[in-house]
């Protein structure tokens, strides 16, 4: 009788203990659970405020004078819309800043809204920052006439794709396009996508001569300001930079090919003298790899027994296809899109957006309810403070 009465005492100690750690297990993973519904609803609540701070001041920096302002919630809804679409690469907040970003150089809220979804999803691909992407496109807008979105997706593209093939990524350009399509501007390049693709092209070029962006971009100006500055030398080296009957600047591919091509001859040391003299030591780099090409092409010729006119023909049409690569380097839509889809893919993209689409729908949900609460709570704090 004793026996059985300590085990049933041990068994109840035991019981008791075990049951004790259980239920404080569970309280402490309730307390846990409850720290972190209070951190998703906090980073939820937080998450609204930042993209409604964002959709009210672009709806106050798009209003013209006597225009009726883009409702803010609207904004908000298009901003949130663009980042589920991205897989949330980007948050709601920060496609908000980069059609900022676009209206900010344009001052045209309608088509920053247009080309929201394409600039973010090209982003994602290159892994460039939206606001500077955003950028990019406005100077294509403004100074290369891009205003579809389909001309704009190609435009995108083009320089997404040359960045591929090349070394001047969409993200350099994001940093470079203003002076690069200011240069192609001044020089008269045909604007359009046929342009973006043209100065896309040089800056590759460039970029493999210097593997710098900075001085790149500055190689591309330099050239194209001393084409135009130094026509009349050129001119009489047989190169017209001015078509004669428009007056306006010939296709630049034809002049730097003939340039290169005319000047010097097939002497390496005059070649390099010459259009020294032409492209100054800043545009003398953005060309470099043309003329090494010439230079190759042109000594297999006379290697073989060709002729000088033989060899000449040979190393333009090597700089031509040398442009022509560079140039034409373009990729659909399609693999853009693509190469955004393999963007949002990996355990750390599904799980960063998977958290921040819990948070924005928590948030939503909470922000009628703290809206409603909010002069209560103003009511109650100002009652706590004391009178002086």
């Known amino acids: ?5 300590d085990k049933s005492r041990t068994r109840a100690a035991v019981i008791g203990v075990v049951t004790g750690a259980i239920a404080n297990k569970a309280m402490d993973l309730v307390g846990r659970a409850s720290d972190k519904m209070f951190d998703v609803a906090e980073a939820g609540v937080k998450q609204q405020l930042e993209v409604g701070s964002v959709a009210r001041r672009v709806s106050i920096n798009a209003r013209g004078v006597g225009t009726t302002a883009i409702d803010p919630e609207i904004l908000k809804q298009e901003f949130e819309r663009v980042s589920a679409g991205t897989g949330r690469v980007f948050s709601a907040s920060q496609v ?10 344009t001052g045209n809220a309608e088509k920053a809204r247009e080309f929201s979804p394409d600039i973010a999803n090209i982003s994602a691909a290159a892994g460039a920052d939206v606001s500077a992407v955003a950028k990019t496109s406005a100077d294509l807008f403004q100074k290369f006439g891009i205003e579809s979105r389909e001309e704009m997706q190609k435009a995108l593209a083009s320089i997404y794709f040359g960045g591929k093939s090349g070394a001047f990524e969409l993200s350099d350009f994001s940093e470079k396009m ?16 046929k342009g973006v693709q043209t100065m896309s092209g040089l800056a590759q070029i460039a970029m493999e001569a210097t593997g710098d962006r900075d001085r790149a971009a500055t190689a591309v100006e330099a050239t194209m300001r001393q084409l135009v500055t ?17 007056n306006k600047t010939r296709d630049v591919k034809d002049v730097l090919s003939a340039s290169i091509a005319n000047i010097g001859g097939l002497s390496a040391e005059k070649k390099a003298t010459g259009l020294q003299k032409i492209f100054g030591d800043e545009g003398i780099r953005g060309i470099s790899p043309l003329i090494a090409e010439f230079m ?16 000449s023909a040979a190393g333009k049409a090597a700089v031509e ?11 659909s839509w399609a693999e853009v899109m693509h190469d955004s889809a393999m963007a949002q893919k990996g355990d ?33 704090a100002s009652s706590m403070v004391p009178m002086v």
């Open 321 to 331: 296809a040398k442009l022509n690569a560079a140039i034409d380097a373009t990729g």
């Open 178 to 193: 203003a002076p690069i399509a200011g240069a192609g501007s001044r020089f008269g390049v045909d604007k359009g996508v």
């Open 96 to 105: 908000g800043e980069s059609v900022q970003s676009f209206i900010t150089k």
């Open 1 to 5: 009788q004793r026996d059985y009465m």
């Open 230 to 246: 130094k026509s009349s030398d050129l001119k009489s080296q047989g190169v017209n930079v001015f078509d004669e009957k428009t």
């Open 296 to 311: 190759k092409a042109s000594q297999d010729i006379r290697s073989k027994g060709g002729t000088a006119k033989e060899q």
């Open 348 to 380: 750390s993209a599904e799980l960063r957006a998977a958290w921040d689409a819990m948070t924005t729908e928590v948030g939503t949900e909470l922000m009628p309810s703290l809206r409603e609460a909010a002069p209560h709570f103003i009511e109650l």
